[in-house]
């Protein structure tokens, strides 16, 4: 990843050094240069990581001729030639046309609009000193990170990183308490806020403009379906999502070295890097890909190996293995905090920056990966909610046996779905919604009705039924009037101070968040259920995260499955496209077959990484966790609850089985932030 940073001084004072400190700090994001401009109130940065062929044709900024635009960018646009078209940019002798430079034709051409007209992964400044306005914009996933700092009058910054804000000696680097409070009470993190007060995210898919007199940003996409036909063939919805997702991967293969991909044995992974060698062996130059996997040596249930050597076997494709257990947790921890500013890192992303290290370490600049493929191409489990609030309550006990079968067929079991071994199962977890809300709302002829279609269908007696929901069937105005005021509220772990809980009101932020989010049941379907997590912030600031880490090796990280393009599709596909026959995420399945090995595409059951996670964070990590807990934690041991924390980890290390993974993820969260905090 290259980096961006900038300064425009509100009250006219001019930019002195300020500027190169902002970028000498993302030194790691500039291995091929370094460069600022400053003209007054204004200063530009930028660290160039080329990666692209188009790349070793620029510098940046990037002064237009007559010097009245100058452009920052860390940017892939994928749609060039429909731009280069449209404005009639060919260049028929010559180096070719830089994407920066397309970035600004646009905003020549479309002004404050030119985002919406961009595809890919980009952030960018401009100077436009005859409008005297700085103009940024982000992409639509936020792929590519963007933070600012602004105080009114006075001055706007902006970087890639947060360690370039605080350069400065105005910014201060200040706790946001609340915002810490939510991360280690694994709350849904605000969309905007950082671990720092003040200092902001810029959201994706917005667009922010600056003048002394204002600073203005606005929403310039917002996510949308596109309008796919219902009555194509499944064969025919899979030509179509081959077709797309090929372009996307194929516009994120430009490259100017070797190409690499994540491998981890998966579907997404593994449709990747297949389609990528795919296309990259009819290429004449460049066709070696390199895969990158991480594997466990002593958790054999956990080691992916056999199906990551069913697509490495394949003619060339280099394959590069990383042993988990060689490190802790807390030594992993180590190595990201000497680059991620931010100390929120939790669950397995040690293995994001393993991956992202082994590739730094090999020839390649671009590194592709299968991140949130599950979520653009959603399981579809919300369609058995759909059944039941429709009462097809026989296509509802088809689709529940169907899916017993397939997740049975080599006793494998969808990770999520690990408790259901028969259809019964299946009702109980969303038929179950409609019959107590029909119940709570004395609406006794669906309740009736739908028993008796449920009797003729599934192995349950609909006596049994009703006895479990009896109160709400003889009370049901004061149970509908209870389920709509008492929404079941959120507990603030006790690896929190719970003094610092009440001080920062944690347990009402997270009870305001948790009803907020408790959609009700005649809402949820399985499309919207999936656009509310490509809406979710959580998946804004997992991306960033990777980023980080792949700008710390020296590589770029591109997300196929974030492709705008192919979202829009799979939000537009009828919801048995999602679930079908048993089988989830069937569109892709289907396009996946003769590309993806068959033991991979027929795949239903996930690695389980819970003892592996155990073992790097207590057994390897005891140590530097005892001493982590000894150490004078400041400020930051005001904010956990020690002792509780000691004595969680004590009987973890004994293995009692009182500690859930649940409470050994929270206990982690803490950890983590503590060794941050006395990392700085």
């Not at 990770?415 to 809300?437: A, C, K, M, N």
């Not at 609406?443 to 039924?465: A, C, G, T």
């Amino acid at each position: 990843m290259s980096g961006v940073a900038g300064i425009y001084y509100l009250d006219g004072r001019p930019v002195e050094e300020e500027v190169d400190r902002m970028v000498d700090v993302m030194e790691h994001r500039g291995p091929d240069g370094i460069n600022t401009w400053r003209s007054e109130a204004v200063g530009l940065g930028h660290c160039m990581l080329e990666t692209t062929p188009e790349d070793q044709h620029e510098s940046l900024p990037l002064i237009d001729r007559g010097g009245a635009l100058v452009a920052t960018a860390d940017a892939r646009i994928d749609n060039r030639d429909d731009i280069i078209k449209t404005l009639g940019l060919q260049r028929p002798k010559g180096p070719p046309i830089t994407d920066t430079e397309l970035i600004l034709a646009a905003y020549k051409q479309w002004g404050e609009d030119c985002p919406q007209h961009l595809l890919g992964a980009f952030v960018f400044a401009i100077w436009d000193e005859k409008n005297e306005r700085l103009f940024l914009g982000r992409d639509q996933f936020g792929i590519k990170q963007l933070y600012f700092y602004h105080k009114n009058g006075r001055h706007f910054y902006f970087a890639s990183e947060i360690k370039s804000l605080l350069s400065l000696s105005d910014v201060p680097e200040k706790i946001d308490e609340l915002t810490l409070g939510i991360h280690l009470a694994n709350g849904r993190p605000d969309g905007e806020r950082t671990i720092f007060q003040n200092i902001l995210r810029f959201p994706p898919g917005h667009a922010l403009t600056a003048t002394p007199c204002k600073v203005r940003r606005r929403q310039y996409w917002s996510l949308s379906a596109t309008d796919v036909p219902s009555d194509l063939t499944d064969e025919e919805y899979a030509e179509r999502f081959r077709n797309i997702f090929e372009e996307a991967v194929r516009c994120r293969l430009r490259s100017t070295r070797s190409v690499g991909s994540e491998l981890s044995g998966g579907l997404d992974s593994s449709y990747v890097t297949c389609v990528a060698h795919r296309i990259l062996r009819k290429s004449t130059d460049r066709n070696t890909l390199h895969t990158f996997s991480t594997v466990y040596d002593r958790f054999d249930e956990c080691d992916e190996r056999p199906y990551i050597q069913e697509v490495t076997k394949k003619e060339g494709i280099e394959p590069h293995y990383t042993i988990v257990e060689e490190q802790s947790i807390i030594d992993l921890l180590d190595e990201i905090y000497d680059y991620l500013d931010d100390g929120r890192v939790s669950g397995n992303h040690h293995l994001n920056w393993l991956t992202a290290r082994q590739a730094g370490r090999s020839p390649v600049r671009v590194l592709l990966t299968g991140q949130d493929g599950d979520t653009t191409v959603h399981h579809g489990w919300q369609y058995f909610l759909e059944l039941a609030r429709g009462r097809k309550w026989e296509e509802f006990a088809r689709l529940a046996n169907q899916t017993i079968r397939v997740l049975q067929r080599d006793d494998g079991v969808v990770e999520r779905q690990e408790t259901w071994s028969e259809p019964e199962d299946i009702l109980g977890d969303y038929g179950s919604v409609y019959l107590l809300r029909w119940a709570k709302k004395g609406n006794y002829l669906k309740l009736l009705s739908s028993l008796v279609e449920i009797s003729k269908h599934f192995s349950v007696s609909p006596w049994l039924i009703l006895q479990n929901m009896w109160r709400e069937v003889v009370f049901p105005a004061y149970y509908w009037r209870k389920s709509r005021q008492s929404p079941s509220q959120p507990n603030v772990p006790k690896t929190i101070a719970p003094q610092f809980a009440d001080d920062v009101g944690l347990k009402e932020y997270l009870s305001k968040r948790s009803s907020q989010s408790n959609e009700e049941p005649r809402h949820i379907t399985a499309r919207n259920a999936q656009a509310r997590i490509l809406k979710s912030s959580y998946l804004v600031s997992s991306f960033e995260k990777i980023a980080h880490y792949a700008a710390a090796a020296g590589v770029e990280a591109r997300h196929p499955f974030m492709d705008k393009r192919l979202i829009e599709f799979c939000l537009g596909l009828p919801p048995q496209q999602s679930l079908s026959k048993g089988w989830s995420r069937a569109v892709m399945r289907r396009a996946m077959k003769g590309v993806v090995p068959e033991p991979i595409r027929q795949r239903t059951e996930k690695a389980n990484l819970a003892a592996p996670f155990r073992y790097l964070l207590i057994d390897l990590g005891g140590g530097e966790i005892e001493q982590i807990l000894r150490y004078d934690t400041g400020k930051m041991g005001n904010y956990v609850n020690q002792s509780y924390l000691s004595s969680l980890y004590k009987d973890a290390k004994e293995e009692k089985g009182s500690v859930s993974q649940d409470e050994l993820h929270t206990f982690a969260k803490a950890i983590s932030m503590l060794h941050w905090s006395r990392r700085r």
